[in-house]
């Protein structure tokens, strides 16, 4: 049984590019939440995506922007990179809405800008 | 406002001894949930154990236990018989259930050394 699924682990990027980030839920979840985490820091909330539409926003500007595909899977785009962007991108997916709703995480993507 | 609190940077333990990692919340919801999540230098997120507000009893998951005080808003992660493969980062987050929110709040976690 597969859990969460990220791609890539590794990406280096310039200011000002665009950058897309996909996840892979667990088998049988139905919801995906992305979160960012900078360096010394826990994460913090961008959005949720469920039956493909963003559900929940933290606060983050409209360059982050998000995809949920009838699979379950989903996109985190980042345009107008900052150098302050760079952090650890963590997909999160469960079940919807109910129960303890917990969010079981994948590896993680590592961005750099440069 | 909702806020989580981890106010140990680093803690150190031996190997099989017990160690309390300390935890305090915020929040006006009466209804919320409360996480611990280990993570490794590898990054990955790993779900250790759930409490809910209404919960009577503390939980536990094998080795883990969580110390709710509900008073004193407080949550604190029990790992007994430590490992060597206990040393990571532990994160403790709360999720508000009103308003059909579905952010977790985190704190900026405990570095945990386990020593041989």
């Known amino acids: 049984d597969a859990g969460v699924t990220q791609s890539p682990t590794h990406l280096i990027k310039t200011r000002g590019q665009q950058v897309t980030l996909r996840c892979s839920p667990k088998?049988?979840?139905?919801?995906v939440s992305w979160y960012q985490q900078a360096l010394g820091q826990g994460p913090q909330f961008i959005f949720q995506?469920?039956?493909?539409?963003?559900?929940q926003r933290g606060n983050f500007p409209d360059r982050f922007s998000g995809h949920q595909f009838p699979n379950y899977s989903s996109e985190l785009n980042v345009n107008a990179l900052l150098l302050g962007d760079s952090a650890l991108y963590l997909c999160?997916?469960?079940?919807?809405?109910?129960?303890?709703?917990?969010?079981?995480f994948g590896a993680g993507t590592r961005l750099s800008v440069l | 406002a909702q806020k989580i609190t981890q106010t140990q940077p680093g803690m150190f333990v031996q190997e099989k001894e017990a160690v309390t990692l300390d935890c305090t919340y915020d929040?006006?919801?009466?209804?919320?949930?409360l996480f611990w999540y280990k993570q490794p230098s590898s990054g990955e997120m790993i779900f250790l154990i759930y409490?809910?507000?209404?919960d009577q009893q503390n939980a536990t998951e094998g080795r883990y236990s969580l110390n709710f005080q509900k008073a004193r808003k407080s949550a604190n992660l029990v790992i007994s018989a430590s490992q060597l493969g206990d040393s990571a980062m532990y994160f403790c987050?709360?999720?508000?259930?009103?308003?059909?929110?579905?952010?977790?709040?985190w704190g900026l976690g405990t570095s945990l050394a386990v020593n041989p």
């Open positions: 088998s049988g979840h139905d919801t």
């Open positions: 995506y469920y039956e493909e539409e963003e559900r």
């Open positions: 999160a997916s469960s079940l919807y809405p109910g129960g303890k709703n917990i969010q079981y």
């Open positions: 929040t006006s919801d009466p209804s919320y949930g």
């Open positions: 409490q809910g507000s209404y």
């Open positions: 987050a709360m999720r508000e259930e009103g308003g059909n929110n579905r952010k977790l709040i």
